[in-house]
């Protein structure tokens, strides 16, 4: 394969796509996970890196990309020279033109990087890169949804302080303010607010210290025992899950943008580590059940890369 | 006045105390306040400094609470020796006990050091040292008691993430959720949504860099918008209102430990940024009228250095 692209005879898109090796990165707040595919499919190289939130912690995502990308390269010299890779990224935190830009552009030397959210790059995944929509339930919350036109919407992912309604981080910090309602005096005692404390610490300044130092993760880690105190029949618990759903379903229904036509027949999926704890009650509540993911977001990056979906233009 | 404590003779020690000169401070998260006290009550300075709160900036605070009281001591030298003087200090964060340790022992050369929380200088100032309740309610909550065994109780207190229920910071939060909630499109819009999506920012990159810069500060000061909008009819802002004051009555209830005996005639006081917008709401639910404080957090500091006030000792 040629690394110069401007020597391709123009006219079969997709073709010229399919004649390149590419470098798909699902880049996330806890890891990400990189995949090189050569044109025919072969995957030449895969591997895990560290945490990558371009929005909280812009150096620490850039060397942890830089790191991975180094490796895999080099893992599979001399047919892949960075000048005939086309990096393809999914990647929370993009939205802000600077650092967009301080990011991608820190990344030298490939033939074409291709930048897509981490939600939309999982969206064209499930569904091949057909229109779809998709609600993503994890330590964050975000829906995502793709229009026949090629243009897409994504609705919450504001992050733990402003929204992320219905996420883990969500439950936990709803849960830790129920049981420290109750440690208090201020609500009547529960199983979960008792859990909850006996797990915050020992005494007034060990649950201090907890909550300063608690992260959108840490608060998303006291979802399961939130489900162990529901289970064993806590009111407060429940409550807390159904909320969560309520707010998972208010999310799908919010991806009907008015402008954007009928859902009808098109796919909708549920990802991220709450999914299957909440599934049944979101699909009570919107009366339709999820659809089967194709595939994940790495998928998704090597669709857009290969011209197989369309790229992420917000409308 | 000698500035030789060891040479006094005891028996009275009240006596013993008025003999001082006393540094009273108020530090806050804000801003600090200080005075200097003669025995006879003269007030020989006083002054302001910024933000003072070791448990989230010790190093800081330490700098503040230095500053402020090399400027005082220096104004009224050579009557103010530090030797001689006491350093009577209400302060948030001193709950862990390295953190409290590391913060007063970076104050030294006094004659003694008075420590309590910033709630409980502003309970016992209310006061004037006798038994009685007090609800904060500022940019966080809080809820004191003191007992007439001289034992005092907190209740919330935890913080942005954990609670300050009711508080303005609490308040905020709520406010940008529903906002962001309208925004998404995943609830119907209101006077406050589109008031505070104006006051966040201009797009989705403008907001999400408010909510990435955002403190509890920031959260607190959107509480004049919930206040207009709710003004102006708008249901949702309302309803925040009225749960902000339905936590703060709980407050008040949780104030009435079962072995902390009655609290009838005992006084009840509401401080704080809030208190006036929440008062009559907050004196509805509890059927009680709260109590015009006697003085402040500088004066309760004032007492308890001069023993006409138990030093905080927490239950």
Redesign the interface.
């Known amino acids: 394969m040629s690394a110069d692209r401007r020597l391709r005879i123009a006219g079969h898109r997709e073709q010229v796509f399919m004649e390149r090796t590419i470098l798909a990165v699902d880049a996330g707040g806890t890891k990400c996970r990189a995949r090189l595919v050569a044109p025919d499919g072969t995957v030449l190289a895969s591997g895990e890196g560290g945490a990558c939130n371009p929005?909280?912690e812009l150096r620490g995502a850039i060397a942890v990309l830089d790191a991975l990308v180094n490796v895999l390269c080099r893992q599979t010299m001399p047919q892949t020279e960075r000048g005939s890779v086309v990096l393809s990224l999914g990647v929370a935190g993009l939205?802000?033109?600077n650092r967009r830009t301080a990011f991608l552009s820190a990344h030298e030397g490939f033939a074409e990087i291709v930048a897509m959210s981490d939600g939309y790059a999982a969206l064209i995944g499930a569904s091949g890169g057909r229109p779809a929509r998709l609600v993503i339930l994890g330590t964050g919350a975000a829906?995502h949804r793709l229009f026949a036109d090629g243009t897409s919407i994504q609705?919450?992912g504001?992050?733990f302080?402003?929204?992320d309604?219905g996420s883990g981080a969500w439950l936990g910090?709803r849960a830790?303010?129920a049981a420290?309602?109750s440690y208090?005096?201020?609500?009547p005692e529960s199983l979960l607010s008792q859990r909850l404390v006996a797990l915050l610490g020992s005494g007034?300044?060990a649950?201090?210290?907890w909550?300063?130092r608690?992260t959108p993760r840490d608060?998303a880690s006291l979802v399961p025992e939130i489900v162990a105190a529901a289970e064993a029949g806590d009111g407060v618990a429940d409550a807390l899950l159904e909320a969560a759903a309520d707010?998972a379903a208010?999310?799908v229904?919010?991806l009907e943008?008015s402008d954007g036509g009928e859902s009808e027949g098109e796919p909708l999926y549920l990802l991220g580590g709450l999914s299957e704890l909440l599934r049944a009650r979101i699909e009570t509540r919107i009366e339709q059940r999820f659809d089967v993911p194709q595939g994940g977001a790495l998928d998704g990056c090597l669709l857009a890369a290969r011209g197989q979906a369309p790229q992420e233009r917000r409308r």
């Open positions: 929005s909280t939205v802000d033109v829906g609705r919450d504001w992050g302080l402003g929204g309604r910090r830790v303010e420290l309602k208090d005096g201020a609500a007034e300044a649950i201090l210290d909550l300063l608690a608060f707010e208010a999310l229904r919010s943008e």
